[in-house]
């Protein structure tokens, strides 16, 4: 896929793409094993995504309880389709989600801004309201777990909501016949906020809600997955485009 393919990367993308974080952020723990939504969430409509359970018992303590709430009710939910594609450099830009924005922006694809705001955090500011920072909550070969929090205007004459993230990121690898390394990846996201701002969501959303969550959860996937494939079909760019 070409660069600018992608488009006008959503604000999703930079909002969850965390890497390894050693933040803390408080919370109890809870004693249930896995999280899945429950039927009382909102902006579904008719249906609602099959998503898998999030096994909560890889995660820190104070970070359990947290993104149990956020996966058991959230306001909206969304499952990015799977795909596979060459690592490349797939793994680094996990890590990276700071280089990896401006990486898109040097190819000239308009991207969130996204900066590194130490011991593990990454945050997205946009100087109208909106402020949102994530960390990993768990990370391994198969799976990671990123949990955001903060405020987001959804457009100038809208308030400022309070928000919650999750998303959930399944990974697999395998070689190809010519010994060449495969992700698939896939994702599942979920975004809660308060009960006023929900309803502002529904009135400005209605039924297209759970359509545009969808796509932006698969943007979330593109931000790495197309990058990546670039970068392996073109690694002489590499040092220009994930340089600091």
Known sequence: MKPAALGRLGVLAGLLAAGPARAQM?????????????PRTRLFGQSRPHLAPVPLDVLPANLRDTVAKVVRDPTLAAHGPAEEFPAGPYDWLLDHPDRAATAWRRL??????IANRGDGRFGWSDGQGSDLVWVTAH????????????????GPMLPVMPVRAVAVLRLSRRA????????????????????????????????????????GA????????????YLDEHPERVPELLRR
């Not at 000239?108 to 801004?113: E, K, L, N, R, S």
């Not at 698969?218 to 494939?229: C, E, G, I, P, R």
Request: net charge negative.
């Open 26 to 38: 408080p919370g109890p723990v809870m004693p249930a094993e896995y999280a899945s939504p429950q």
């Open 108 to 113: 000239g694809v308009p991207c969130v801004g």
């Open 139 to 154: 990370q391994s070969p198969t799976l990671r777990i990123w949990y955001a929090e903060g405020q987001a205007k959804a």
């Open 176 to 215: 190809d016949e010519a010994g060449q390394v495969l992700v698939r990846h896939e994702v599942d996201v979920y975004l809660q906020t308060d009960s006023k701002a929900a309803v502002v969501l529904t009135r400005l959303l209605g039924p297209a809600a759970p359509r545009m969550a969808e796509q």
């Open 218 to 229: 698969t943007q979330l996937l593109m931000f790495f997955s197309a990058l990546a494939k």
